[in-house]
């Protein structure tokens, strides 16, 4: 395996300059971190040319912290029996990625998802504005800013009872009379 | 005088079909339930399904042509069963039972499936639509090995009258059913789609068309089209009785020969997936047609 | 001219839709020149509520994923958990998982016999093998206390050792199902009108196949031996013996055949599990979970499911909840460029058969 | 004669007992709850014996079951699917989540407390509540229909502003068709 590994960098860097790569020697896993430019011919490159041909999971991750949003497109070869995360980073605001859904037409319901929930724009990436959500006016969700709890709790009713965190066994016990044996209070706060 | 025995012994064949056909209706639901590992709902339960139904508030409107639709059904059935000769002698239920022929009654039984097309196409849902399209394209299809098994008795026995073919089975003392095979065979495949159990229930699929033509009728609308369902079961049934088995003297045996020929379509539909439109026609103008044309084969030589 | 097409909302309320989600598709006739889904209904952003969980608490959401199989889910977060940590399994609990998953695909089997039944008009077969599926979900009681989510599967381990006598209890149920299984086949492989309603509907061809990412026994409809507990072992896997099956043509009919065999494949890995069981700690215990702090890395892991591959990426910041959780299901694919793609051209009537062959599960998809 | 007191209570007692003994649940599954429906109509349990079964569209159905949490999304086609429904109607809250959230408390998405929204005649509780449980729901029902006390639907005829005012706050862009059930 540390062949094969060995090769695919190889080829891989002899064709995009600026990758790095890190290696995982335990693991039938290897990374490249690219420039978001390369995504589209990346990935090309290894469908057709390395046998990548199972694009496997398009991860993202919002880095609030540095203020970047990081996409992981994770493609798996069946010969070679590797998994090829190939990692970008975008700026999290008016971000624009190259649209790769005529390589796989899958990616096509990762990029909706995608400029729904994190507000990432990709180029002339077709299909309906709306995906998961509907009449959504709000931040994109999934970013780590937008906090759903004060969102539901202004948004939503809620049955009281909930915010006090109480024990449901003693309520039902003082209810209902019932003693508690003493092995079950242990478990019960 | 005779004019009250008359209506009093519509009355009582129409109460008689409406109940015979809700318990075999139950009885179905029964029997389904044992095929499926289950206990089932008690054989009245379709009487207590169609009084809820009653009970329920009707505010659904598109227009008149939807009553209608249900009334045309009712009607058609109603009409239909004054035609059938319930018993062989008549017995308390006289009807018209000696003035119909069978050529009316062809005319008369898709009355009914018509008049519900135009009450469902006015519901204005789609799936009505479709469905009653379905329902008429599937009915062109067994419409045509029925006709032949029917033409070929008429042939055979020189008749148009059903009594005319019940005295004939009476005096040869065969029922048809062994005299005409043929003719039997064909009307039986055909009795599948009329009845419309798997693999022919593709008009009201629910998985499909969310039970088509009735998608949009519920409470006294789905009433009344149950409650015709049930009596043009019967109606059916006590035809087939009639022109193949003989007709039946009294009511027992009429219910243990309805009840049997019943079961034909019944549990083929348990054990069957649906056909789709296309290939229901493919099979009705297949073995049931051949059947047919061998019919009126054995009726013009015989 | 005017146009002939018929627009058609197949769902969300549709006693023949797989689930919450609606099939928008035009209709010529009985022919569907396009399709488009809508998915959403069942939204619950579960990646959004695990930034507020803890590693432990984000466990109990994972089985709810998917609700028709959820230990998949399970063993992909507990797995990649493991992975970032470093933490090692103890060789029981793998046996043990590996029981527990082929029992959940088992009687995920069963509910697709149901439904691709039901939605070809065959009401029998559901009724049937969602009945036994019972006996399945009893053995989960017993094991797990719960009938659907069972949070059994859970990093180091599993949860709870078997309970005394499971083992014999399991070969029984075994019996039973491979007996039952006959039975199946009696009604719906040797049914000549099942035959007619799936042969040459629905097909996905190897360039449709690869073109849009197909998993699981989707793909190995097509004649490609593809299948992750081959591919990518995970688990006890590599030490087991058993057999992937493929079939040709790539319709319901052979999709059908493939589950077929893997039904009984299931049964074949669950005996040779138990055969097999070692002794020993069946868990390698976490520290309180209140503090338990994951090094910083990410890990994707990928299970087979009865539906198709699915994959679990976990990204850790170092903290005490996980960065972020992106679940990748079967569905995902299949459920909505695949299935426009599949329906177009097909009969108005098959809707509902061929989004249960492609497995179609929308929580899946929505999360 | 029949809009006699007496005579109108005891076509009430027949009728509610036919409404009891036969319950048309819609096929229309909310949620995760929906996964424990077929076992529920199967052959273990068999709802079908005590006259419960499923209906394909709203005109015909009996039971509106709420299976688990509501979306936003989803809660604009329930609130159309039960208007569409004739009367009279119940609904039965499933799960846990469709009592107060269960697990999805500080979801953006889900509902949180059913009634506020539509008419609950009964809840069943757990997550996911077996199916002795969901029986058990449809015994109080039918309990509740015999004795005539579930009147849900009269509740929402009659504080129809309120309901509304709770839904078209979640539901911003309100386009649907006013029914005149």
């Known amino acids: ?189 | ?302 | 001219m005017r146009d002939k097409a018929t627009t058609l909302y197949i769902g969300p309320q549709h006693p023949g839709i797989t689930g919450n989600m609606m099939v928008r598709v035009k209709v010529e006739g009985d022919t569907i020149v396009k399709a488009t889904t809508e998915v959403g209904y069942l939204h619950r952003a579960f990646e959004k509520l695990q930034e507020k969980r803890n590693w432990l608490q984000s466990f109990t959401l994972m089985c709810r994923f998917c609700v028709p199989e959820s230990d998949p889910m399970e063993e992909s977060y507990a797995r990649a958990v493991e992975a970032i940590e470093g933490r090692e399994v103890p060789e029981r609990a793998k046996y043990i998982r590996v029981m527990v998953l082929e029992l959940a695909r088992l009687a995920s089997f069963m509910l697709w016999y149901g439904g691709q039944n039901g939605s070809l008009g065959l009401y029998t077969m559901g009724q049937w093998s969602v009945g036994d599926r019972n006996y399945i979900l009893d053995l989960f009681e017993e094991l797990t206390g719960g009938r659907v989510y069972h949070m059994y599967i859970w990093p180091g381990g599993v949860r709870k050792d078997l309970p005394k006598g499971f083992e014999q209890k399991v070969l029984k149920t075994m019996d039973y199902l491979e007996k039952r299984l006959g039975d199946y086949d009696d009604l719906m492989f040797d049914n000549a009108i099942f035959k007619k309603r799936t042969q040459g509907v629905g097909i996905v061809d190897k360039e449709k196949a690869i073109e849009h990412g197909v998993v699981g026994a989707v793909l190995r409809g097509c004649g490609i031996k593809s299948d992750i507990r081959i591919d990518d072992p995970y688990e006890v896997y590599d030490k087991l013996d058993f057999e992937v099956p493929t079939a040709e043509g790539g319709d319901i009919w052979a999709r059908a055949l493939v589950r077929r065999q893997e039904a009984r494949q299931s049964i074949r890995i669950i005996r040779q599990v138990i055969a097999d069981m070692p002794g020993g700690s069946f868990y390698n215990k976490i520290p309180n979970p209140q503090k338990w702090k994951i090094p910083a890395g990410d890990a994707y892991v990928r299970t087979e499911s009865v539906r198709g591959e699915i994959g679990m990426y976990i990204a850790s910041d170092g903290g005490l909840y996980p960065r972020r959780v992106h679940l990748r299901g079967a569905a995902y694919v299949h459920g909505i460029t695949l299935l426009e793609d599949v329906l177009v051209g097909e009969n108005l009537a098959d809707i509902s058969a061929i989004m249960n062959s492609l497995g179609t599960c929308p929580p899946e998809i929505e999360r | 004669m029949i809009n006699d007191k007496n005579s109108q209570k005891i076509v009430d007692i027949i009728q509610n007992w036919a409404r009891k003994q036969s319950i048309w649940v819609l096929a229309y599954g909310t949620g995760c709850g929906a996964i424990e429906i077929p076992p529920t109509m199967t052959s273990r349990y068999d709802a079908e014996r005590l006259g419960v079964r499923g209906a394909a569209t709203p005109r015909q159905a009996d039971v509106l079951l709420i299976t688990g949490y509501l979306t936003t999304k989803t809660l604009k086609r329930v609130i159309r699917v039960y208007e569409q429904m004739q009367d009279p109607k119940y609904v039965i809250g499933f799960g846990s989540c469709t009592i107060n959230g269960g697990m999805y408390y500080d979801s953006y998405n889900t509902i949180k407390v059913l009634d506020k929204y539509l008419p609950v005649d009964v809840y069943i509780n757990g997550c996911m509540p077996r199916p002795e449980s969901v029986l058990a729901g449809f015994g109080k029902l039918q309990e509740l229909i015999g004795n005539g006390e579930a009147n849900g639907a009269t509740k929402y005829k009659e504080n129809l502003e309120w309901y509304r005012a709770n839904q078209k706050k979640i539901i911003p862009n309100w386009v649907m068709p006013e029914y005149n059930w």
Not at chain 1, 61 to 89: A, H, N
Not at chain 2, 42 to 66: E, R, S
Request: net charge negative.
């Open chain 2, 1 to 302: 005088m005779e004019l009250l025995t008359h209506i009093l012994g519509a009355i009582a064949t129409v109460i008689l079909a409406f109940v015979v056909g809700m318990s075999y209706g139950g009885i179905v639901r029964k029997i389904t339930a044992r095929v499926h590992n289950r206990i089932g709902p008690p054989w009245y339960q379709n009487f207590i399904d169609a009084f809820k139904l009653y009970g329920k508030t009707t505010a659904i409107h598109h227009g008149w042509m939807q009553i209608m639709g249900p009334a045309f059904l009712m009607v058609s059935s109603v009409v239909t069963l004054m035609f059938i000769p319930v018993l062989t002698n008549g017995g308390w239920f006289p009807n018209l039972n000696f003035e119909g022929d069978l050529i009316f009654l062809l005319y008369l039984m898709v009355f009914g499936p018509l008049g519900m097309a135009l009450g469902a196409g006015q519901t204005g849902n789609p799936n009505s639509a479709i469905g009653v399209t379905r329902g008429l394209s599937q009915m062109v299809g067994f419409e045509i090995p029925w006709v032949m098994a029917l033409v070929a008795l008429m042939i055979q026995f020189d008749t148009t009258s059903i009594t005319g073919l019940m005295e004939a089975q009476a005096q040869s003392g065969t029922w048809n059913m062994f005299s005409s095979p043929f003719a039997f065979i064909a009307a039986v495949l055909a009795m599948l789609g009329m009845f419309r159990y798997s693999p022919f229930d593709i008009v009201g699929a629910p998985t499909e068309l969310a039970s088509g033509p009735v998608s949009e009728n519920g409470g006294k609308y789905l009433f009344t089209m149950m409650s015709s369902g049930s009596i043009f079961a019967f109606v059916k049934l006590t035809l087939y009785v009639d022109i193949f088995m003989g007709g039946a003297d009294n009511l027992v045996i009429l219910l243990l020969k309805t009840f049997s020929i019943y079961m034909i379509p019944v549990l083929y539909g348990i054990v069957s997936p649906r056909y789709r439109t296309e290939q229901a026609i493919r099979f009705f103008w297949g073995w049931p047609l051949f059947f047919g044309v061998l019919a009126l084969i054995y009726a013009s030589i015989f």
């Open chain 1, 1 to 189: 395996m540390q062949q094969l590994k060995a090769n695919l960098i190889e080829h891989i860097k002899t064709s995009f300059k600026d990758a790095r790569e890190k290696d995982y020697p335990n693991e039938n896993r290897l990374d490249f971190y690219v420039n978001k430019q390369c995504i589209p011919s990346i990935l090309t490159y290894a469908k057709d040319r390395l046998g990548y041909i199972h694009l496997s999971h398009i991860a993202i991750v919002d880095w609030l912290e540095d203020g970047e949003i990081e996409l992981i497109y994770i493609i798996w070869s069946p010969e070679e029996k590797i998994k090829m995360f190939v990692r970008t980073r975008v700026e999290r605001e008016n971000s624009v990625m190259p649209n790769i859904d005529m390589i796989w037409r899958q990616a096509n319901t990762y990029e909706r998802e995608f400029r729904e929930m994190y507000g990432i724009q990709f180029q002339g990436l077709e299909g309906e504005q709306d995906f998961l959500l509907e009449d959504w006016d709000g931040p994109p969700p999934m970013r780590r800013d937008f906090d759903t709890e004060a969102y539901a709790d202004d948004t939503f009713f809620h049955r009281p009872g909930r915010e006090d965190a109480q024990d449901v066994r003693e309520a039902i016990t003082k209810r209902s009379g019932e003693e508690i044996p003493d092995f079950a209070k242990k478990y019960s706060r």
